[in-house]
């Protein structure tokens, strides 16, 4: 069995994280899963939302997007529309669970950090190399706002899917649309799972597949909490300049 | 360890279905899974979608929605914040998702099912209720049509959860604010998965709590397949006049 | 002159109130104009608005929706086309003037109810429905404040028009589809008016004709304030906790 | 009793018409009842929705609006706010029924006349100004399309209220603004009733009062209709050319 | 070279200001520009947006609009579209920037002034004859504060065009359509320029071309700006009451 | 007087065009403009918008935005908001206008171009780098079309403004924030003007300026027609494939 790009099924597509591309954003990373790219910033501003005020708590939010022409074909810029869409806020929604997962929150202190993901291009898992780079962008902003302690452990995520009867790993956009069961998971650098969202599309799945599915996905994710570490391992991004108020800085 | 309201673990709530309870649609069923109560419609109407003109194949998808004063404090109603939030977005797409798992459709024929689950009450578990009372619904509906065989097997769905480190069955609201995980899983009536939703809710879960909660909800998926078709063991509901033009009709 | 369900000119379809359906809910009712169902609620919130603050005053709001498939035919929803129809804002106005009309607002102190009424069935007659669950309600609701003098009298509503030539109270759908003149009166239970609104379809309306429609309104409105008295005899519904805040309380 | 203009409790205030203001458009007027001031136009299409097509009817709608300071402070645009406010929505609606009860559909042909009402001067009686003029922009109209039996009859509509408990007719805004009952009624020139909306406004009111305010509103109407028939007793405005299409035309 | 309406190319059409139009605003003009007609309007009101809080400056906005039958044909409105279209947002924009291209921000203190421009008659140069006519309105507005410092010099608009290859001034909406180049220009009335927008429609146009416009554009604001002193030097309008609060007032 | 980055007041800020970033789109281009980064795309449909089918003519739209933080401070979404700015309105006819006046429609057949402007980076002159990369993307999608005679001759633009009293040519964000007037120029490779927007931001100015600042902006614009030219001197992106439908092709 060969997959249309020759990986093996339990082969990741190539992927590169640059950290700081947006030079003006308190962290940030342009991440590739194979052609999928997807520019994630993290943006810090004092204080958190009214419901949250005086807690002593920050607070992660995150926004998923398109660009109109990441995709084979043009889609309508939802701004246009006058509304999102269903998938864009279940995706928006996903991305902002699974990065306060691997957020203290009390750490973080009373700051929020929005991040936003950005699709350049599309040839599937947008949402899982969305969070994957986001994790990198929020690290990043912590690391700026001297409270690098407020993330603790990695999260990644990658997808899985059954294509023809076989589990395979990282699904490129022409596996996906032909997949019958399509599952993404995240999961922190340990192992342990933050979220699982498995869909039959078309054929239902046991749990012998499920097995096996979660099983590709761990495996994945390991490799990507690998290919973050090592670029968390250099320097930080200069960011931009550090707000005279805040005394000692990073 | 006793549930607040005297359950055992792995225990569901008393479910019922009421077939019918809207007499002009085409399907309709008042479900309660203990407090929680919806009322889901299934509206039949002929074509399809453009996009699937001449495909001989029908079509169904799903809304859901709860009122206003379901819940302990008012919601505002999204018709006047004149927009839908992202979690009534997710809910009405797991619920299209996970119907169209038991539609044969092309038994269907260029028919479109409308399906709308309004929360009357909330107790926690709206979207498995929702799932569960729909398929009866949805049954009806074809079977109104005349297209009984458009429906193959079971769908319904239920909520398990980590709860004080205790993996439980069916949460209700008290028991969902204070779950460490919570997932939601839809299983046919032969015991396969159509579509499981695992979210860590401030603590990551492992391999063999996942197996746990899969173990729990498979055992009361199947309790609620023997609600439904108990329900649907009795004559149907008669539903709206068939149209002139439908010659043969049910 | 027979109607299609048997009943005189003069007569009203059966009437119920249930009390209490919404248990969470400081005051609510399901009621029945036969087939016609409407869910009331009333939502107590200490505060008043903005401009409404330091006067001492209460403020009383309304607002009404019909659930997709309460009709024949389904409706699509107003928060899926993201706005409002006139005909939804015209009958929330009404409904909010004509229980402002029982409402001593200085007794109500400064909190605001907000009443909503959902059409989970519709056989015409909804909006004088709802106006009549709707007081029942908000009876309860200040009950439930420890402020039963905020409620002065009692406000029903019924519809009259004329189908044929003769004037008919109470107009089913199939009624009021064919009638010529339509009118909705609401009445305290005194017999004096809070509102009318007669329209004519197609055919215009004498003097002597309009008579005879508000001679058959008051009386239908006498009836129901009977029913609604009936229901609010009996013990009042737990309703939700107490807040802390407010000592004596009920 | 002295109206704060001097004005007879039954007395109009003063009532001028000015036909083809717009001079582009089918039929137009510009209408004054006192300081309030309403540009009323009437646009012709061919063709029907397409819920009429084929049926040989045509069709008349009407739009109602405020221009920001026609009032006495700014009011924030609908079109900037993004939604339509209930009250436009209710006048916007009377005034498309009032119309229609003068028209008659068949003699229309399926073509759609559109009246925009926009208020530039706000003193009371926006919205029975609005009407009476509206009918004059579409008298004009029916005539630029050759159809001058198409509309039957004339419709005028005034505001009556009780003012310090007299009955009163026309109320300007400060009468409007401190009136117990407020009531606008729409009268055919013969004298029947299109459409009869009374209001308590706090003081609820009687059988006996109800009618003095009908005589009232009956009479201002008869005034009303006599200062349409003189502005339309004049040649009518040229109008923007005939349509080639139209043969014989006007 | 003689024009539809027998100008020569450097004429002006007949420019007419009536000032106070409307008469409870601070500040009002309705000016013609021949057959166009715009009815400006300037609403003071105390304080002045968040960001502005303490600065001691005021603000001056804008927003343009059109009736929907200011045109040859309907346009459908903007409230009821729900959106404001691009070519709204961009002459609003204009508006204002040119506004406050001639008002002292220092002296004009913590107060907003919000210009409304409502096209009644549109045959071409609305967004001219909304600039000019507003600059009336807004100094009636300055002096109504008693702050007639706050405006200094005079601001007017003229657009400019080529049709046909000849360069004209004051383009009317036939000759608008007709144009290769269109350009609007904004002059204070000492001739230096506030904003200059010039829009090849079809041919480009060189240097020389462009300068024959401009000195088109700046004879016409200087005869724009005679009519607006004359309309301001006779006395100023009532205008509605001075609050009791802004002591010595005007 | 040295600028900030060290340029001349005369001189561009380092350019660079990649064309086919977008690979699977039918022309694209990412442009800087020193640290403004803008990724344009041109996307071809067959067909064109209703009002023009049939004409034989083309059509061509552009739309503009920007990532939340290609900013210096974040800026919510415009489909978050609901609703487009005005800002990105004004910018998006812009370049539709601009970029229609290098098409010939004719030659473009009944086929539609839509542009998209993404601003990844904006540190000023983003609309004029759209502009001046979508140029390359359209002339590319032309190619893929077969029909490369559709553009004719090169459009560029570029911004200028009078910063501290001095002339200078594409203004970064420091210095545009600093300007006492700003204008954006287009021009065609032949030197002629497609479009002039200057505007006095605060100091207006008089026709000695204007002609300074149009001298720059011309010679600026010329360097911008030779790196466009440099760019599509190369061989052509591969683009997505060909639709079978269209015989001869590329």
Redesign the interface.
């Known amino acids: 069995m060969t997959r249309h790009d020759g990986r093996a099924a339990d082969q990741l597509r190539d992927v590169t994280i640059v950290r700081g591309w ?4 308190e962290g ?1 990373a342009l991440i590739n899963f194979g ?1 999928t790219r997807v ?1 994630c ?1 993290a ?1 810090v ?1 004092e204080g958190v939302p009214r419901w949250r005020k005086g807690s002593g708590l920050g607070w992660v939010t995150a ?1 998923y ?1 398109m ?8 889609n309508d ?14 995706i ?2 996903l991305i902002g ?1 699974s990065l306060r ?1 691997c957020i203290d929150l009390k750490q973080l202190g009373e700051n929020t950090i ?1 991040i ?1 993901c ?1 699709v ?2 599309a040839d599937g898992g947008t949402r899982t190399a969305a969070i994957t780079g986001a994790y990198v962008a929020l690290a990043d902003a912590c690391g700026w706002l001297g409270r690098p302690k407020a993330i603790s452990g990695g999260v990644s995520a990658v997808s899985v899917g059954v294509v023809g009867g076989v589990p395979m790993l990282d699904l490129a956009y022409v596996e996906d649309s032909a997949a019958d069961t399509d ?1 993404n998971v995240v999961c ?1 650098d340990t ?10 599309e ?1 054929v ?4 012998a597949m ?1 097995d096996q599915l ?1 099983d590709l996905a ?1 495996a994945g994710c390991a490799q990507l909490a690998k290919a973050q570490a090592d670029a968390l391992a250099g320097p930080p991004p200069a960011g ?1 300049p550090q707000p005279a108020s805040r005394g000692g800085g990073k």
């Open positions: 947006q030079d003006q954003a940030s052609r520019l910033a943006s501003t926004e997007s660009l109109p022409r990441a995709t084979n074909t043009r810029r939802e701004s246009v529309k006058g509304r999102i869409g269903g998938r864009t806020h279940e928006s929604r669970r997962a929005a936003d950005d350049l291009l599952m922190t192992g342990s799972f933050v979220e699982v969202q498995g869909t039959a078309g239902v799945f046991d749990r499920l979660l761990v931009p």
